[in-house]
Structures are given as structure tokens and as C-alpha cells.
């Protein structure tokens, strides 16, 4: 089986502070350490869950934060920006299961470091009405190749926001979030361990595991935090009222593809 690991930064565990997910920096450095600890513990519980194949995206910010030569010998690594499908660049039919891994809770939930895609230009999205974080976004993607989406780390909200977008899907948590910029964590070692547990589980169960469905019509709805990107962002595609764009469409993936490229073309208004 073939596996598709998606890897952000903000729900590892020790993680509370935007410098240690930013270069460059001492912080930074100490963050890639837990982050690539994790990764590894993920990619090694998938290939005792059954996987034959793994491919870490690295989706985080500038997407080149994990040291190569530390990554797991049995991964490939796919690196570096711009690219088309963002944080699922690279996932096709031919992948077994996703797992999310250093997920973090949608702008405005109680979550460390929380933000949906952009925190200087997005306010909330809702999928279907649901309040939506990246894992429900990028959810949209799975749906459109048929692959589920089997594990998601982080702390206590990234399961919950998960789970009305991806059916069955299994959440370790490996930090409590306190506020947006503390949060009680366990020990990289022991958090790595429940990461690794997970991803086995989650792996070997992937087979009986639904994959994301949107319905016939996919509507997002986004609310950006000033009506000029609202504006902005109207132009490559949906509808705009106030600061509320609305994408509506049959394929989840072109919907997907809409929005990311309104976040990228509205990030110069948000600067």
C-alpha cells in the first residue's frame, strides 16, 4: 500500500511559538528536531501497519523544513514551493491512505498556533456549513483521488475538526493546548510513541476505511478579515458578499485549487 504523509508543524509536541516553526533561527532548529522525530515515528508505524511505499510531503510554510538526511531511508521527501496542490502535492488514486501529521485547530478554535492556510487573511472557512480547518480542506483533495484519510496528530482540537470530513479517522494528541500560545505537551519520546502506535493502526485499518465524500456540490465558504481581499479573491473564482466568498462546485479538487489560489493571490493584501 502505498501511503501519503501531509506534514505541517504546529501540532508537534513541544511546538507553542511561531520562532520555532519560522527560519531561520535557534528556535527554528529546536522545532525541526520534534517535527522530524514525529514524522519518522509516523512513517515507521505505517510500515508496520502494511505500508509498501511513502511519500512525506513537507507542507509547512516555506514546505523545506525537514533535514533530508534525518528523514526515514524508507520515505521519499517531496520539498520546496510553489506547488500545485500545496500541503497534498502529490497524491494520486494510486495511495492506499493519508495520514496528517503536526496538524494544527482552524482560525479561531482553542487550538496552539491556530489558522486556517493564511492568519493574516482568513477568518473561517465552512465546508457544507462546517466550520473547516486545513484537514477539512485539504480532505477536499482526497475525496477527488478516493483515498482516506486514516490519521491526524496534533493537539486536542485537530481530531474533532477532522472528523466530519473524514470518516473513521483516527487522532493522537500529543499536546493540550492551554491558549493559542502555550499548551502542556508530552515528552518528544513518549509523543512520538503514541504517533507511531497510531499510524500503525490507523494504516492497517485503512482498506475498510471510507474515503472523504462532499455530496454531489461542494460549497466553501470563506471569511476573510477585510472585504478587499473578500474582493481579491472573488476574481479567480465563486461568489463575494462583504468579506464572504462562497466556491461552489461538482469536483472537490477544482474547488480546491480555487481557494488555494485565493489565499496565494490575497496574501499580498493581507501584508
Known amino acids: 500500500m ?4 501531509s506534514v505541517d508543524m504546529e501540532g508537534v509536541a513541544g511546538i507553542v511559538d511561531w520562532e520555532q516553526c519560522r527560519a531561520p533561527g535557534t ?8 517535527l522530524v522525530a514525529e514524522v519518522n515515528a ?7 501497519g502494511g505500508a509498501t511505499d511513502i511519500l512525506v510531503n513537507d507542507a509547512h510554510s516555506v514546505m523545506r523544513n525537514l533535514p533530508p538526511g534525518e528523514l526515514h531511508g524508507r520515505a521519499s521527501y517531496l520539498a ?5 496542490l500545496y500541503m497534498m502535492e502529490g497524491l ?3 495511495f492506499g491512505a493519508v495520514l496528517y501529521v503536526g496538524y494544527h485547530g482552524s482560525m479561531g478554535s482553542a487550538g496552539v498556533l491556530s489558522h486556517t492556510y493564511n492568519p493574516r487573511a482568513v477568518h473561517q472557512v465552512r465546508i457544507g456549513g462546517t466550520v473547516a480547518g486545513e484537514s477539512g480542506l485539504n480532505a477536499l483533495v482526497a475525496a477527488a483521488y478516493g483515498v482516506p484519510v486514516v490519521l ?4 486536542q482540537t485537530v481530531g474533532p475538526e477532522a472528523a466530519p470530513f473524514c470518516p473513521g479517522i483516527e487522532a493522537v494528541q500529543v499536546k493540550r493546548a492551554v491558549s493559542r500560545f502555550a499548551a502542556e505537551s508530552l515528552h518528544p519520546d513518549r509523543a512520538c ?3 507511531r502506535d497510531g499510524a500503525e493502526r490507523a494504516v492497517a485499518k485503512a482498506a475498510d476505511t471510507e474515503a472523504p465524500s462532499f455530496g454531489d456540490e461542494v460549497v466553501v465558504e470563506v471569511d476573510w478579515r477585510t472585504a478587499d481581499q473578500a474582493t481579491m479573491a472573488a476574481w479567480v473564482g465563486g461568489s463575494v458578499e462583504g468579506r464572504t466568498t462562497t466556491i461552489t462546485g461538482r469536483d472537490p479538487l477544482a474547488v480546491y485549487q480555487t481557494f ?3 489565499v496565494l493571490l490575497t496574501r499580498g493584501v493581507a501584508e
Open 92 to 94: 494520486d488514486d494510486s
Open 27 to 34: 528556535a527554528y532548529e529546536e522545532g525541526r528536531r520534534l
Open 2 to 5: 502505498r501511503v501519503f504523509v
Open 260 to 262: 488555494v489560489t485565493q
Open 80 to 84: 520546496g514551493s510553489h506547488k500545485p
Open 152 to 155: 491526524v496528530t496534533g493537539d
Open 193 to 195: 510513541e503514541l504517533v
Open 42 to 48: 509516523a512513517i515507521d508505524g505505517a510500515l508496520a
